[in-house]
């Protein structure tokens, strides 16, 4: 079936640390994973995205990577900031037409 | 800024209402999607319209239905409002059918009293 799972549910960190967010998808048929984040009020931006024919991708403090065998893949927030703090959904595009979401992961960088 | 602005941004209803939500797609793209979000969770894919047409459906029911004008902005409609309708419905465009890459709006927040 369609479905993506996302851990954890919440992550907090100090300033200038590193953060991790791990998703699972389901259908090996997927090949386009994006990464978005909802601020309050909000309706979801696109931060990165990766497309199944490479393994990672990076784009200043943040990347990601994908492992295609195991149906993972892996957001990397490296020096956190404060602005980094909201919620981080990962997504997997299904049967061309739709992206299933993960449930996402509130992130609270303290500074 | 993405482009893809909604409206009303909040709108307050009681069961048994209908509603009309719209939107209107980043300029160059032609496909708009609708998603549900519920508070705490992630998304839900409602429907695509391209070309006027619905392209694809999510697990909704047929009371949730849209239409997409010449001008690629599109309108979500909610038959018979429910108390679980109550959420953030977002729209998404993007360049083309194919094109998996989505851009939001900001969103309506609806609640169902």
């Not at chain 1, 100090?14 to 998808?25: F, H, M, N, R, W």
């Amino acid at each position: 079936g369609e479905n993506v799972e996302q851990h954890p549910s919440t992550l907090s960190v100090q300033e200038g640390d590193s953060a991790v967010i791990k998703c699972t998808y389901s259908d090996s048929a997927s090949n386009y994973f994006p990464w978005y984040k909802q601020e309050l009020g909000k309706g979801p931006q696109l931060i990165i995205d990766i497309r199944s024919n490479v393994g990672e991708k990076k784009d200043q403090r943040i990347a990601v990577t994908l492992n295609k065998t195991a149906k993972h893949f892996s957001l990397h927030i490296t020096e956190t900031q404060p602005e980094d703090s909201a919620v981080y959904f990962c997504a997997a595009f299904y049967n061309t037409d739709k992206l299933i979401f993960g449930t996402g992961t509130r992130l609270q960088v303290f500074p | 800024e993405t482009g893809v602005t909604q409206s009303p941004t909040h709108l307050i209803k009681t069961r048994g209402q209908q509603v009309t939500l719209r939107c209107s797609s980043q300029s160059g793209h032609n496909t708009v999607s609708w998603y549900q979000q519920a508070l705490g969770q992630g998304p839900q894919f409602i429907f695509q319209y391209y070309r006027e047409e619905e392209n694809g459906r999510g697990n909704f029911p047929p009371r949730f239905s849209g239409l997409q004008f010449p001008n690629y902005s599109s309108e979500l409609n909610v038959n018979a409002l429910e108390l679980d309708d109550s959420a953030l419905y977002l729209c998404a465009s993007s360049q083309d059918q194919a094109n998996e890459k989505l851009f939001f709006g900001s969103g309506t927040q609806l609640s169902v009293l």
